[in-house]
């Protein structure tokens, strides 16, 4: 599917890899919705891009605040062919059972209801819309992009909670894939490796040095273009589809 004059939504789309992805799709013509609930940086992003883009202030822990959103971007754009779910939240570096107790339940509930939960809220949603539109020459109706982690397959210490939301997301994959397949819909997820995004934005010299070491080849952190890149092109390949894709720079963590 070209974006060339179809309507993407993306999550977590005033900043990151949601920002980047945003800013790729209006380059290579698509409309975009930025979901988020920065409204300071959602509203900045959307005015530096004009009448291609807007923002909608949307919590994806909240099903309502999510139909409330892609209300908005029918009445704005008319329908909705792509989503990048990139909205998502970290689990805190929380061991199972450490010093002080055991792992809070109130924190493992809420990273699965935003990154897993969410996710999936998300999906169900833009896929109801997408199945209403007409297929193109190759059958599709809509592409969805979903973002898990290399948490997934690798989770470290105190990742409990986060890691197990990024696996779930791994695992929904293909049984999405094949269910939304009867409607022309793809779903393919990316798992990044270390990336430069605000989240690092705390860390050390140092410690960026050290983790950017770790990494094989680039040895380097990943540029959050690099994620739009590949967002792109999955969107533009027919055949990917029900698969996990890593971008990590060939990263295992230990």
Request: proline share 3%; hydrophobic share 45%; glycine share 12%.
């Amino acid at each position: 599917m070209e974006l060339e004059n179809r309507v993407a939504i993306v999550t977590g789309g005033a900043s990151g890899l949601g920002r980047a992805t945003v800013e790729r799709f209006v380059s290579a013509g698509a409309k975009v919705a930025a979901f988020d609930l920065d409204e300071e940086k959602g509203e900045a992003l959307s005015e530096s891009l004009g009448d291609a883009a807007i923002f909608c202030k949307v919590n994806v822990a909240d099903d309502a605040a999510i139909a409330a959103g892609i209300e908005v971007v029918m009445q704005s754009f008319g329908g909705i062919h792509c989503c990048v779910s990139c909205a998502g939240r970290g689990g805190g570096a929380t061991k199972t059972l450490g010093r002080d107790g055991r792992f809070p339940m109130e924190l493992f509930r809420d990273v699965i209801n935003v990154n897993l939960v969410g996710t999936f809220s998300v999906l169900t949603q833009v896929a109801e819309k997408m199945s209403l539109n007409e297929p193109d020459e190759n059958g599709e109706r809509g592409v969805i992009v979903n973002t898990a982690s290399i948490a997934a397959y690798e989770g470290q210490k105190g990742q409990v909670a986060y890691a197990a939301s990024k696996g779930g997301i791994v695992s929904l994959t293909l049984p999405v894939a094949r269910d939304l397949a009867y409607f022309g819909i793809r779903v393919i997820t990316v798992a990044p490796g270390v990336f430069d995004t605000p989240i690092l934005q705390g860390i050390s010299d140092e410690v960026r040095k050290k983790l950017a070491g770790s990494i094989p080849n680039p040895s380097r952190l990943g540029d959050v273009s690099e994620f739009a890149a590949l967002a792109q092109h999955i969107v533009n390949n027919p055949y990917m589809n029900g698969e996990t894709i890593r971008l990590d720079g060939a990263l295992r963590m230990s």
